[in-house]
């Protein structure tokens, strides 16, 4: 029987909670009904769980209380899955908030269940009665204060779990209607249970979900919002603070955990686009997950045919590409494009679409669209485009007879093997890898890096396409841009036919803002 909670034990527990989960998982899932009937909760605190205990297995053998405890948490954030994951997930946070500074017995044990309880409360916006929350209260106000060694504590707040699910029917109507608890508190009371085992030594390797009541009915399908839009979100307090409010406004089930920099946030809402939107303009979400609810009420008609979405910077940019034959998105100079944008785009374009974002700042934007898209049916793969140049040579081999997966192949394999560069003026002093440049410097980029510095534009775009092309080019690409001199993409042009005949080059009026010229070569 241990009387400490050390890292050893942490690790046991952990990895006892996720396979006891994972062997419950269907059962659990069984009794979802709250917030939607989607059948997930148990695989959702499975996975928050086991990614846990993962995340542990990746410490040192020697690692102390404090790191193991924290490790715990922040893996546990980090794979936070669904509703009831994102709040125990802030419970584990409240329990090592408390325990990665104490030694670890019976009261350090009780006052981090306690701190559990209030965070994970807090984090919701909306909480309410008969949900893992109240039996995350209930356990709390069960060893408050409560003297006792830890495997005492430990009893106390499993059983106490157990007591307080099988009240949860009576605390909401809609599992009283359902004839069952609610799932995220038993896969709490599973948690907390195996926790118990472990202190008391008791376990043999597994623990049984406490018995809930058998479901007798499946709750009718009711309008509600149509999508669980969850992400991790890089992003100070107060922007957080701003987002909880945009997201409270735009559905329900909101639940934010985390902190240090770093968020989990998870709402459900009918406008997916907006709740990614708000969240990057608060930060820089990542891991987004769009989910389609199913027992929302609604049903999404998928459009047919194959289709491609392409990003573009300006009036002439999308010419060229609508030509070309894609459905266009456009947006502004310096920024993304619109969420809804693309999502309207790609269900415009068909059941089968290739998103090029033509831009790396774009590529979030058109990542979420596509999650949203494929929770609606549709089969949507995005290209890592970076420049307009790019996205045009993927267009070029764009084949919608092939069979998708080979098109999306072929599309990717022709934007990969374009590289891509520009020219502009610098308007201020500006520290690049080919050293200083000041305002009225011209700057030639490859790929991504400064390569040339010059002081007119013909020069540096001469100098720029030479560095480019190599003995197996086969097709150069140039894009002239609304502030460009006369004949500038012409001189470049002349150039190459006296000095390499054997390669093709196409020109189009691009019309972009700031590069005076766009460059790809194949």
Known sequence: MLQVLDPSAIRRWSRLAAESLGRAREEIDALNVFPVPDGDTGTNLHLTMLSAAEALDGLPGDADAATTWQT???????????????????????????????EGRGADLGRGLVRAAELARDAVARPVEGTVLSVLTAVAGAVRDLPGDLASIAGRAAEEARSALRRTPGQLDVLARSGVVDAGGAGLALILESLAAVVTDSYGGRADIPAPARRITAPEPEEGPGYEVQHLLDADEAAVGVLRRELDALGDSLVIVGGDGLWNVHVHTDDAG???????????????????????????????????VAVAAGPALATVFEQAGAVVVRREPGAGPPLAAVLAAIREAGSEVVVLPNDGGAREVAAAAAEIAREEGLTVSVLPTRASVQGLAALAVHDPLRRFDDDVVAMTDAAAHTRHGHVWVADREVMTSAGLTGPGDVLGVIDGDAAVIGTDLVGTALDTVRRMVSPSSELVTMLEGVNAPEGLAVAVRDHLAATRPDVEVVLYVGGQGGYPLLIGVE
């Open 72 to 102: 715990l948490a922040q893996g546990a954030l980090l794979g936070a899955r669904g509703n009831s994951g994102v709040i125990v997930s802030q419970a584990l946070r409240g329990l090592a908030e408390v325990l990665r500074v104490t």
């Open 274 to 308: 907006a709740a990614i939107e708000a969240a990057i303009r608060a930060g820089r979400p990542h891991r987004i997950r769009v989910t389609y609810l199913a027992g929302s009420g609604r049903t999404h008609p998928a459009a047919r045919g194959r289709g491609v």
